[in-house]
């Protein structure tokens, strides 16, 4: 866990300068002449244009994150989505083959599965927890590796060593989807990674205010690619959500303490009653890859547990209904607690087969742990098994 500097002042220029970031809500930029303008474009000195090209909330934004990330020149996009495909898209051609994790992100998993294809990119799903998986995934053209190290809704980790090292004997580009660690549970660059991508509108912006994302690769060719990619496509972020994301970070080390902490204490307090059949969080002993969970993120969590209760959808529904204090709302990092019913949204495509052999079951349920009082959010998950299990 490396320390942050949470609000870097600007060097004072004239009599004062402003403590807090200005909004430059501007779409368009006034140059002084066409001369002016070439020095612009030919990098010879820094301005900005038009907004879609970049604008000072987003350079901001960007050098903040780059600097949590321990990376440079990474760009910041419309959302977390938007840097995926910035990634997957910008980046490869036709003819290219992408492996990716079985168990990435909804959206992310659409796109292996239709966009690409649909462009003629091959693509392969495996099981990122097993190097080996991914070794017998590759294929002379494969292009580049794209795994979570936290898996969503199972929250397996990743053999990101092991895919590192084979990424690397193999000449191929290691894409790591950091957004349930974030940079405070490990720097995916440390671990080998080439590019790494947040979906900022989760913990690092943190309030569910803002829809962002963020990319970043080690080499200067692959970020102006991407760079250029989401100039052309539009992927720009608006200045004030760049401006709400910056205010969210001065708070993100803090969020992220007390919400991992707590999440711990719920896993534990989950794991100690009847009614649930099953608690994923990585720190537990009973976690699938509790050691190499250690090893990769020192002994931290997340914020995020996943549990199963008995009694199938009926006792789900009670759950939900009497945990009346949980916001029933699919998404993460919020500050407050909200909790998502995978079969019945993010997996809901899946066949109930599909989903049994990932474990999410009609009891099956993810958390994102918010800021509440433990003890008060721990009461409420009493509530809703207790009406649970009276079903
Ligand atoms: C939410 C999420 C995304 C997409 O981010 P948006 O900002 O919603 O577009 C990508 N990857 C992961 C792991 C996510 O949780």
Redesign the pocket.
Known sequence: MKPTLQRPVAPITGVSTPVVTPIQPSVVYASQSPTALDAQYEGRTQGYTYAREGHPNATVLAQRIDALEGMQGGIVTG???SA?AAVLLGLTQTGDHVVGGNQL?G??LRLMAEDLPRLGVETSLCDATDASEVAKALKPNTKMVLI?VVS?PTIRIADLTGIAELCREKGVLLVV?S??TTPRAIRPVDHGADIVIQ?V??LLAGHSDA?L?WVAATDPALNERMRVFAVTMGLTASPFDCWLAERGLATFDLRFDRTQATAQRLADWLGAQKSVTKVLYPTRPDHPEASRAQSLLQGQGCNMVSFEIEGGRAAADAFAQAASGIAFAPT?GDVGTTLSHPASSSHRALTPEGRAAMGVSEGFFRVSVGLEDPDALIACFNDGLTASQGM
Request: charged share 20%; glycine share 12%.
């Open positions: 959302s977390g989505m995926v992100y959206r992310s979570e969503n989807d957004t349930f979906s509108t989760k829809t994302g993460l």
